[in-house]
């Protein structure tokens, strides 16, 4: 049976979603552990690569579930890595590249927040989010993500995409 694309949504969900990109990255926590750790490393200055609040959700989470600031952090960063892979792939499709290097990628622009349920989600900021609007001209792009950390490693996947 194929579906009927005039069909009514149903309540709260958009008609349609058009997916631009999909990315995922995988962080290993002991060696995120390791960077955080070392001085002049871009994980361990704030404001590189983590936003204050980034910062000081994932020590609040750490503190309350009794594990590692990296297994949060780890977490964050790979939101952030799979969102940069879904743009980037979203980019490729039709044939334009990323408008800035990678080593010019504002890491703490791209912003991972959480609703009160601890569900996360991306917003870009500054440079990051003019690039965005200048490579992506949709009126508005959406970001959904999903993450989890387990032993030694932090998983995330990201969609980027928008409301037809």
């Known amino acids: 049976m194929t579906?009927?694309?005039n069909a009514a949504s149903p309540p709260g969900i958009p008609k349609g979603v058009r997916v631009l990109g999909i990315g995922t990255d995988i962080v290993h926590i002991p060696d995120l552990a390791q960077?955080?750790?070392t001085v002049g490393s871009r994980f361990?200055?704030?404001?590189v690569v983590f936003t204050a609040r980034e910062l000081r959700r994932a020590e609040s989470r750490a503190t309350q579930k009794g594990d590692r600031l990296a297994d949060h952090l780890a977490a964050v960063w790979a939101i952030k890595e799979a969102a940069l892979k879904a743009w980037v792939a979203a980019l490729e499709a039709k044939g334009t590249p990323l408008p800035l290097p990678v080593d010019g990628v504002v890491w703490s622009e791209i912003v991972v927040s959480h609703t009160p349920s601890g569900v996360p989600s991306v917003h870009l900021t500054g440079t990051m989010a003019n690039a965005l609007t200048t490579?992506?001209?949709?009126a508005d792009p959406r970001w959904h993500v999903s993450a989890s950390h387990d032993g030694e490693?932090?998983?995330?996947?990201?969609?980027?995409?928008?409301?037809?």
């Open 35 to 37: 960077q955080i750790g």
């Open 3 to 5: 579906p009927d694309r």
């Open 153 to 164: 490693y932090a998983l995330a996947f990201a969609v980027l995409g928008y409301a037809e």
């Open 44 to 47: 361990a200055e704030p404001g």
């Open 135 to 138: 490579t992506v001209p949709v």
